[in-house]
């Protein structure tokens, strides 16, 4: 159970499906203000993600096509840590990753947002969290619990984990959390209640935001229902909220349904844009409600979820 200090704050969500028979474009909705989960590839990272450098700049000219004023980025060095990479100095890796990322915000002149990253299980992750934190631009945390083979279902890992939240909670930083546990196997509801018992309540007045709802995306499945099923009982039952946040994503040209958080770790503002394909709405729903739209978009024909 949730301790009774903690804020029970309504959740802003957006739902975003795609019609099963089609749908037009909204040309009256804005865009979002805000992009607020965004990764860069350096010249080191490129390699290892087998994707072409793109820097700052190249984001930057990505958001004014949209018409986007900012965006969050989410370092990677996360991923130097994951031993099935086998990297020399890690660690080294993961520290020059996240002062590039810093640099890029810096140079964006205010229109980037930094967050910091590192496999939690590396020995130097916590002194490199709190150092990265130091960094010119850097606000957040992210944490990628399949890259660092993060299970919360073995004690000593979410013990790990509740002290990268601890530290966080020290220094006044969301965090965004990729919760699937690695390769989605073992991974379901007992994972939810675990985190929402053993982690949550370690930061209770920071923003933390459940990135992909609780997947890896894209589309919504099974997998991750049972999950929300688990944050949707806690919400109806009024257990106690911190500034929890859940995020998603869909796929066009699919008939897939998803959700998108804006107001994510207190920076994204505004609605979403309508995506080819894709009629997009706002709601103001606490996790509970999602859940139960999640459902009844599903049942009514709006949009159908991917399994």
């Not at 299980?121 to 709190?130: F, K, M, N």
Request: aromatic share 6%; net charge positive.
């Amino acid at each position: 159970m949730l301790s009774r200090h903690l804020l029970h704050l309504p959740l802003l969500i957006g739902i975003a499906c795609t019609p099963v028979r089609g749908g037009a474009r909204d040309a009256s909705v804005s865009p979002p203000r805000v992009d607020y989960h965004q990764h860069l590839v350096s010249s080191a990272f490129a390699p290892i993600a087998k994707l072409p450098p793109r820097d700052g700049k190249a984001l930057l000219a990505e958001l004014d096509s949209a018409g986007i004023q900012k965006a969050v980025v989410l370092s990677v060095g996360y991923s130097y840590g994951d031993e099935r990479k086998a990297l020399p100095e890690p660690d080294r890796l993961t520290r020059a990753e996240n002062d590039w990322t810093s640099a890029q915000v810096v140079a964006a002149n205010g229109r980037l947002i930094g967050f910091c990253s590192a496999n939690p299980l590396r020995p130097a992750a916590l002194a490199e969290l709190d150092r990265c934190l130091g960094l010119p631009g850097m606000r957040g945390i992210k944490l990628h619990f399949g890259n660092a083979g993060i299970t919360l279902r073995e004690p000593a890992h979410a013990a790990r984990v509740a002290e990268v939240f601890s530290l966080a909670e020290r220094r006044g930083a969301p965090v965004l959390v990729h919760m699937r546990a690695r390769g989605g196997r073992n991974y379901g509801a007992e994972d939810a209640r675990l985190f929402l018992d053993r982690v949550v309540t370690v930061a209770p007045s920071i923003e933390i935001v459940v990135a992909h709802l609780a997947g890896s995306g894209p589309g919504y499945t099974a997998q991750q229902d049972s999950l929300m099923e688990v944050f949707g009982a806690a919400a109806e039952r009024a257990d106690p909220w911190p500034r929890l946040r859940f995020s998603g994503w869909h796929t066009q040209r699919r008939a897939e349904c998803g959700a998108d958080a804006t107001g994510a770790a207190r920076y994204a503002e505004g609605d979403g844009r309508a995506r080819d394909e894709c009629d997009r709405a706002s709601h103001d729903r606490r996790a509970g409600d999602l859940y139960r739209h999640l459902r009844d978009a599903r049942q009514h024909g709006l949009c159908q979820l991917s399994r």
